[in-house]
């Protein structure tokens, strides 16, 4: 069993829509991490985590520690949102390490 | 531009030869992280050197091996390759020894055939 599991697998949007990306995770972490792959595969770290809310721009993120779940919101998508969505938890007791979700493939359509 | 180079962007190589990735850190980072990303298997930690010693160790095979410079850079040796090593290999540094913020290289390609 992975021990981040995230949500859905596969997005197609219309241009303008509020989406949403969840993550869950089954242990305890130091910090989560959002990450953006883009179709070439180069990939950019979009959020570091470890409690609240953060935005930048029309990306905004969440994360529950109680109840182990990360939400990332991009709002008025754009067909240049399209990439797939990573995320990434530093476990509590290893510190160095990330582990990865499989990843949110979005497709925002004009 | 992350400010993390790798090289060469893409290798196409026969099995059972030895290939060699390259990694240059951002500039200030100590740390650097290798990460594998095949069809099947996602995003996977490899290793991490921090300041030239090896500071953590993932899902690494046997088979590879890292090291990082005097100068920060690092490689990953990838030996007796198989087709399933086919995958994008990914470099990410940061300044301290925990990936609090990664900035990611653009990766490396490798097609074993």
């Known amino acids: 069993k992975n021990e981040v599991e995230q949500s859905p697998q596969n997005l197609t949007a219309q241009e303008g829509e509020f989406i949403t990306i969840n993550c869950s995770y089954s242990?305890?972490?130091?910090?989560l991490h959002w990450l953006q792959q883009h179709p070439g595969g180069g990939i950019v770290s979009l959020f570091m985590?470890?409690?609240g809310k953060k935005k930048h721009g029309r990306l905004i993120a969440t994360i529950n520690i109680q109840e182990k779940h990360s939400s990332l919101h991009i709002t008025a998508s754009h067909p240049r949102d399209s990439a797939v969505y990573i995320c990434?938890?530093?476990?509590?007791?290893?510190?160095?390490?990330?582990?990865f979700g499989t990843g949110t493939s979005l497709t925002v359509i004009p | 531009d992350s400010g993390v180079t790798q090289t060469p962007k893409h290798l196409i190589t026969a099995t059972g030869q030895r290939v060699t990735l390259r990694c240059s850190p951002r500039s200030g980072d100590l740390s650097v992280y290798w990460y594998q990303q095949s069809l099947d298997q996602g995003l996977q930690f490899l290793i991490q050197?921090?300041?030239?010693?090896?500071?953590a160790k993932g899902n690494i095979l046997e088979r590879f091996s890292a090291q990082q410079f005097p100068d920060l850079h690092s490689e990953l040796n990838l030996s007796s390759l198989e087709l399933g090593d086919s995958a994008l290999y990914f470099c990410?540094?940061?300044?301290?020894?925990?990936?609090?913020?990664?900035?990611f290289g653009q990766g490396t390609r490798l097609t074993v055939v």
């Open positions: 990434a938890v530093r476990l509590g007791d290893t510190g160095n390490q990330f582990y």
């Open positions: 985590l470890s409690s």
């Open positions: 242990v305890g972490i130091s910090a």
């Open positions: 050197y921090y300041n030239g010693e090896e500071r």
């Open positions: 990410a540094s940061s300044e301290g020894d925990r990936p609090i913020e990664a900035f």
